[in-house]
């Protein structure tokens, strides 16, 4: 979980930890969810959906350089994810007007 912790900004996280693990892949994601409660990809989320509302909370960082800096460079994947996420579009949370 702590590889995660650093390198949630990766395109490939989950699949790079899950290559680290040496496990199979259900056995890997069983694990995974008895330790931290969720599912890989599920902690990736919510990595960076933490990570992208402190950018957009605390930068001015446009919404496309928040996408990419935490790992989802398609922009209008990214909003969707994070208005699932926090419940409103990230231009909402954004410093920039």
Partial sequence: MAW???H???GDAVEQ?????GMSR???RRLFRETAGESPRARLTHLRM????YHLESSRMMVKE???AVGIPNVRLFSRQYR???GKLPTATSQIV
């Fill in 8 to 10: 949630y900004a990766r």
């Fill in 66 to 68: 928040v996408a990419d």
């Fill in 50 to 53: 933490r990570a992208a509302r």
């Fill in 17 to 21: 930890i899950h290559r680290q693990s």
């Fill in 26 to 28: 259900n056995h890997f």
């Fill in 84 to 86: 699932r996420f926090w």
């Fill in 4 to 6: 995660l912790e650093r």
